[in-house]
T-cell receptor, first 113, second 117 residues
Framework: DTEVTQTPKHLVMGMTNKKSLKCEQHMGHRAMYWYKQKAKKPPELMFV???????INESVPSRFSPECPNSSLLNLHLHALQPEDSALYLC????????????FGAGSRLTVL | AQTVTQSQPEMSVQEAETVTLSCTYD???????LFWYKQPPSRQMILVIR??????QNATENRFSVNFQKAAKSFSLKISDSQLGDAAMYFC??????????????FGTGTRLTIIP
């Protein structure tokens, strides 16, 4: 298995909803990443987990709450989001070997109404 | 802070022809990695090619090759024999060498490549 799987592919939520994005990989990678990508813009780093511990938080608002319950799974919990949070959320992972390359998932397209 | 600049927002090339995408970056580090990723309409970021800064030899992957000029901080991508499946947004990216899991991939603004049949 050489993939990063993200679910759901599309999510529409209201500003008062609570939802979660899920990311899963079975490549034994011990670093996992969340990126946010607005339309026609490059991805921007949000969080990095290394060995299931949060190692980087790029000053992301607390309405985004990451969680790494085990080495294969990364969640992004969403609460009280704003319409400007609508974006493509990309998950990526990296192993210790593998030439410093991040493997990306296909993303979750989030729309906040 | 490291910055990555792609000065060509859009490029087009005739099928089977060759095209070069430009990328420059700014860093004070001596050891780092450079990447080209493509993002087709399917949205998934796919690695095209990578280059380690300590290697003088330019990386090559089949029809894709780079021209890495470390002193000039330039990292261009050449696509030979362009194919319709090459149509995508291409991002140049930089990553400095640091501890595993404590690293940040910085992307340029992207170049949208159109292949003309």
């Amino acid at each position: 298995d050489t993939e990063v799987t993200q679910t759901p592919k599309h999510l529409v939520m209201g500003m008062t909803n609570k939802k979660s994005l899920k990311c899963e990989q079975h490549m034994g990678h011990r670093a996992m990443y969340w990126y946010k990508q607005k339309a026609k813009k490059p991805p921007e780093l949000m969080f990095v987990y290394s060995y299931e511990k949060l190692s980087i938080n790029e000053s992301v608002p607390s309405r985004f709450s990451p969680e790494c319950p085990n080495s294969s799974l990364l969640n992004l919990h969403l609460h009280a989001l704003q319409p400007e949070d609508s974006a493509l959320y990309l998950c990526a992972s990296r192993g210790l070997l593998g030439a410093n390359v991040l493997t990306f998932g296909a993303g979750s397209r989030l729309t906040v109404l | 802070a490291q910055t990555v600049t792609q000065s060509q927002p859009e490029m087009s090339v005739q099928e089977a022809e060759t095209v070069t995408l430009s990328c420059t970056y700014d860093t004070s580090e001596s050891d780092y990695y450079l990447f080209w990723y493509k993002q087709p309409p399917s949205r998934q970021m796919i690695l095209v090619i990578r280059q380690e800064a300590y290697k003088q030899q330019n990386a090559t992957e089949n029809r894709f090759s780079v021209n890495f000029q470390k002193a000039a901080k330039s990292f261009s991508l050449k696509i030979s024999d362009s194919q319709l499946g090459d149509a995508a947004m291409y991002f140049c990216a930089y990553k400095r060498t640091t501890n595993f899991g404590n690293e940040k991939l910085t992307f340029g603004t992207g170049t949208r490549l159109t292949i003309i049949p």
